[in-house]
């Protein structure tokens, strides 16, 4: 595809639910990156994939949180039992490949609000 | 550990220049990136320095000082579009690290 895409765009959901966000990367990109970004603060790193394996699982805060990448491509994030703090922007980029000087290509992110 | 800090907000004057400065400490460091971020928007890819020295493209410059563990973001010619947050961020080879990013205001 022409960039990153996220979905869904916005997710209002209750305490306690679980959630799916999903990411579709740019076509032929090996690397796959998730992030989650608080209202008026950096990025904090969730997860990345190189293919469909995941070297560094370091960021993800809880167990609560997996996620999984098939086919190469599309990653799908998972949150399971959601709490109040999980609110925040969760934003994927993806890049051609996993060297330091790939530039990462963001997509528009997933709101995610919990009640 | 690692760190990066970046000033959390700067003001500018439209048409003026402003330096938005970082410094890291990282294991794994090979390069700075600096990425921009528009209200509500995703981040987008301003450069990237492996080298020491400054990188010219176009209004925007990059400088990196690897002995100083050290770089700056340089905006010339200020316009109102200019307005965002701009993240410096530190590629290793596994992962890129994003500092907190900072907010610059410009004054018409």
């Known amino acids: 595809g022409a960039g990153v895409s996220q979905s869904p765009s916005n997710k209002v959901t209750e305490k306690g639910k679980d959630v799916e966000l999903r990411c579709d990367p740019i076509s032929g990109h090996t690397a796959l990156y998730w992030y989650r970004q608080s209202l008026g603060q950096g990025l904090e790193f969730l997860i990345y994939f190189q293919g469909n394996s995941a070297p560094d699982k370091s960021g993800l805060p809880s167990d609560r949180f997996s996620a999984e990448r098939t086919g190469g491509s599309v990653s799908t994030l998972t949150i399971q039992r959601t709490q109040q703090e999980d609110s925040a922007v969760y934003l994927c980029?993806?890049?051609?490949?996993?060297?330091?000087?790939?530039?990462?290509?963001f997509g528009p992110g997933t709101r995610l609000l919990v009640l | 550990g690692q760190s990066l800090e970046q000033p959390s907000e700067v003001t500018a004057v439209e048409g003026a220049i402003v330096q938005i400065n970082c410094t890291y400490q990282?294991?794994?460091?090979?390069?700075l990136s600096w990425y921009q971020q528009h209200d509500g928007g995703a981040p987008t890819f301003l450069s990237y320095?492996?080298?020491?020295g400054l990188e010219e493209t176009g209004r925007f410059s990059s400088f990196l000082s690897r002995s100083d563990s050290y770089g700056y973001l340089l905006l010339q010619e200020l316009q109102m579009k200019d307005s965002a947050s701009y993240f410096c961020a530190v590629n290793r080879d596994d992962k890129i690290i994003f500092g907190k990013g900072t907010r610059l205001h410009i004054l018409p």
């Open positions: 320095n492996a080298l020491d």
């Open positions: 990282t294991s794994g460091f090979y390069g």
């Open positions: 980029a993806s890049s051609l490949g996993s060297g330091a000087q790939e530039t990462q290509y």
